[in-house]
Nanobody, 114 residues
Framework: VQLQASGGGLVQPGGSLRLSCAAS????????MGWDRQAPGKQRELVAR???????NYADSVKGRFTISRDNAKNTVYLQMNTLKPEDTSVYYC?????????WGQGTQVTVSS
């Protein structure tokens, strides 16, 4: 499984961004996909996940502001991030779980600053 993330950037507080993660390879083996993030000096943390059946879960810090979704035809998962806060500034990593293990895409930087 290969994952290609895109969509990061610089945004002002209160703004929005959409991250994309395109999967390729053994896509049919993927059980769930999601996004984690890691800020400087902090541990990597879960942001959101979407399971193969469509159910989702979110970190408490992003509930109501972020939405994870997927387009099966494009093998792509999205993270719509609204009402962004400075504390959302991190490198965001797309990831996927399959019987072969956990797979990571390259990180994409999100910076929330005025």
């Amino acid at each position: 499984v290969q994952l290609q993330a895109s969509g990061g950037g610089l945004v002002q507080p209160g703004g929005s961004l959409r991250l994309s993660c395109a999967a390729s390879g053994s896509i049919s083996s993927i059980n769930l996909m999601g996004w984690d993030r890691q800020a400087p000096g902090k541990q990597r943390e879960l942001v959101a996940r979407i399971f193969s059946g469509g159910s989702t879960n979110y970190a408490d810090s992003v509930k109501g502001r972020f939405t994870i979704s997927r387009d099966n035809a494009k093998n792509t998962v999205y993270l719509q991030m609204n009402t962004l806060k400075p504390e959302d500034t991190s490198v965001y990593y797309c990831n996927a779980f399959s019987p072969g293990g956990r797979h990571w895409g390259q990180g994409t930087q999100v910076t929330v600053s005025s």
